[in-house]
């Protein structure tokens, strides 16, 4: 019985070590990386938080944009994004990072819509191959939290390394960016 128990934890250690999730939460050689902080922003909550990692670390500021028209009635808001993310919607991009290859790191931030990322970051996240590239989530959120929203980006990156030490906070609030992005391996 100890055989079977000690071969089957041996697969799932080897199996997890395979996995495209960072088991550190710090990066190594962070202030050397070449950084791109990538985020969708609906109402401007992410876009404060990446400007305050941007202020933080330096690096190159890419906001994710597409051609959505999202209804003005907050009611019709959230059921528009619930549908689209139903549906697996991906909105065409409206700009690309040029040269995304000559990034270490990339920061990805998303806000919290039903659970998980919004259609914008999976179209981003499809859009490239980020093999390789250590993907930093910060995620904002009205009150849900992370939710599934790492484990989302975990499943749609392929071949990326995600960090397991996402930056997770409220609205547009940006208290204790300081002290992660230094649990991080970035010291200014």
């Known amino acids: 019985m100890f055989k079977y128990l000690a071969l089957s934890t041996a697969i799932f250690a080897g199996a997890f070590a395979l996995s495209n999730k960072a088991n550190a939460s710090e990066i190594a050689n962070a202030n050397e990386a070449k950084v791109l902080i990538a985020y969708y922003s609906y109402s401007g909550n992410t ?11 330096g690096g190159d500021l890419f906001e994710i944009k597409d051609n959505t028209v999202y209804p003005e009635k ?39 819509w039903w659970s998980t990322i919004t259609p914008q970051v999976s179209s981003f996240l ?40 996402p930056w997770v906070g409220y609205s547009s609030r940006t208290f204790g960016i300081s002290g992660w992005l230094e649990d991080l391996g970035f010291k200014k």
Do not use: W
Request: one cysteine or more; aromatic letters at 6%; proline letters at 3%.
């Open 47 to 57: 876009k404060k938080v990446a400007e305050a990692i941007h202020e933080k670390i």
């Open 74 to 112: 907050y009611r019709e808001m959230t059921q528009q994004a619930k549908e689209e993310i139903a549906n697996g919607y991906r909105p065409k991009l409206t700009d690309k990072v040029q040269n995304i290859s000559q990034y270490d790191v990339i920061f990805l931030g998303s806000p919290n």
């Open 126 to 165: 499809e859009s490239y191959d980020l093999s390789g590239k250590q993907i930093v989530p910060f995620i904002t959120h009205g009150s849900g939290g992370v939710q599934n929203t790492v484990k989302t980006i975990i499943e749609q990156c392929k071949g990326c390394i995600v960090n397991d030490n």
